[in-house]
């Protein structure tokens, strides 16, 4: 269950391949590809590790900032950690 308290960091078990729209996430281990569909997702994805929690991930990359662009996040966020491009860092 994704919470935006939590520090995250992208798999280790992902490849990135930048794309025009964002990029490919391919996990090797499942083989499954997953759309990152905006260039700033792609920074909030690569940069998780560095902050202390998802909040201020988002807080530090995302500009400008709403509740509902936050909403929006968490939602992109709580989707990848199911398809396991992120994982928390406890996991690690």
């Known amino acids: 269950m994704f ?4 520090a995250y960091s992208q798999s280790t078990k ?7 729209f ?9 083989r499954r590809l997953v759309f990152l569909k905006s260039p700033v997702l792609v920074d909030l994805v690569s940069n998780l590790g560095d902050y202390p929690s998802a ?3 988002i807080s530090a990359v995302v500009a400008p900032q709403t509740e509902a662009s936050r909403t929006n996040y968490h939602k ?3 989707s990848l950690l199911d398809a396991g491009v992120i ?3 406890d996991e690690l």
Request: net charge negative; charged share 25%.
């Open 14 to 20: 992902i490849g990135l391949r930048p794309e025009p």
């Open 22 to 30: 964002g990029a490919l996430a391919y996990h090797f281990d499942t």
């Open 3 to 6: 919470s935006g308290a939590t």
């Open 76 to 78: 992109a966020l709580e």
């Open 55 to 57: 909040d201020e991930a």
């Open 87 to 89: 994982e928390a860092q």
